[in-house]
């Protein structure tokens, strides 16, 4: 009898693993989400960071990155699942124009094909893709279209109590004295023109009039003929280099040679107005849409935490499992499902 129980387990286990696809991660509902999906998300992720904040971007691949990645794709296919349970589907004309649409982005054919073969897709994946996620766009219509908008006086709530985040920046005023490098050129050109704007500032620092300089030395002719005068700006709209030099200056203070991409600079500071609050008027459509962003995003994450407490979610490596207990944890003992916790919305 020990042995007939042992052996019927033994298959089961043998009928489990063989069922199981040897990269697959997880399993959502029987789907199986697999380590080539995380993976090449993952890099998706990784290239953005790098494009967009390279000084905050990961070098390499982590279990952190990959562990999001995969709760994405976990949410993912619960909200696709959701989608098919509600009966929406996506219209094959609507699948046509965006493939149309994502086709006309490539010079010619062979070039279409060739980003397919280097994404491991075929052209049905891709229809699979835009299927998904023009159902995935119908659901959160849907359920977007029951939260509520964000109103005038939660916009003035939210701007009276964060005052600090609607300081300007401050405006300045300077004069500089430009020497321009050209692209080309050669090292010897540029230390040619770096000590004629070190003979010129020798000239400044020993009393030299700054206006007659800038007219007779300046590249710049706009405030050339104006002895230098940039007049007045708002901090961040002058590049690095320079506008890091005229704030660090004291006013009518002359700076040592500032170099930028595009030549020399002898720069003198000419005034400063200390930062001001922007008005409500001029900030309130941005505080708007930064709340209502805000709403929206945990509005889907409570929906989606919702569909967890539902769902059966196994995971075959634990690597890619939440580092939290997962929402399948919470899931009521004697099996009785939760109704999908809803965040206030529209009645």
């Known amino acids: ?19 199981t696809p040897k990269d697959a991660v997880a399993n959502v509902n029987g789907t199986w989400i697999k380590r080539g999906d995380v993976e090449k998300m993952a890099e998706m992720v ?4 790098m494009r967009m904040q390279p000084e905050k971007a990961l070098g390499d691949m982590t279990a952190g990155l990959r562990k999001d990645v995969t709760q994405q794709l976990v949410a993912n296919e619960l909200l696709l699942q959701e989608a098919a349970r509600r009966k929406i589907s996506a219209d094959s004309g609507a699948i046509g124009a965006t493939l149309a649409r994502i086709h006309a982005r490539f010079p010619d054919e062979a070039t279409f094909q060739k980003e397919l073969v280097n994404s491991g897709k075929s052209l049905d994946d891709v229809r699979k893709d835009i299927r998904q996620g023009l159902m995935l766009d119908s659901l959160m219509k849907t359920l977007l279209a029951k939260v ?6 939660q916009c003035k709530a939210y701007y009276d109590a964060n005052p600090s985040m609607f300081i300007k920046g401050k405006r300045l005023r300077a004069s500089h004295i430009l020497f321009i490098v ?8 540029k230390e040619k023109i770096r000590k004629q704007a070190e003979g010129v500032l020798t000239q400044v620092k020993t009393g030299g009039n700054f206006v007659a300089l800038a007219k007779k030395y300046s ?33 009518n203070e002359v700076s040592p040679i500032v170099k930028s991409d595009i030549g020399f600079h002898i720069v003198k500071k000419t005034g400063e107005e ?12 941005r505080i708007r849409m930064s709340l209502e962003y805000q709403q929206r995003g945990q509005f889907v994450r409570h929906y989606v935490d919702s569909l967890k407490t539902l769902a059966t979610i196994k995971y075959t490596d634990t690597a890619f499992a939440p580092a939290m207990p997962s929402a399948q944890a919470l899931k009521p003992q004697g099996g009785v499902p939760v109704a999908p916790v809803m965040p206030a919305v529209k009645k």
Not at 182 to 189: D, G, S
């Open 1 to 19: 009898m020990k042995r007939t129980v042992l052996c019927l387990a033994c298959l089961l286990f043998m009928c489990s693993s063989m069922n």
């Open 46 to 49: 990784r290239q953005n960071m």
């Open 148 to 153: 509520d908008s964000i109103t005038p006086v």
């Open 182 to 189: 050209p692209k080309t050129a050669t090292p010897e050109q």
């Open 219 to 251: 590249a710049d002719p706009a405030s050339a003929k104006n002895g230098g005068d940039l007049g007045w700006f708002n901090q961040g709209d002058m590049k690095g280099p320079f506008e890091t030099a005229v704030l660090n200056q004291k006013l």
């Open 274 to 285: 200390a930062a001001a609050p922007a008005k409500f008027e001029d900030v309130k459509d």
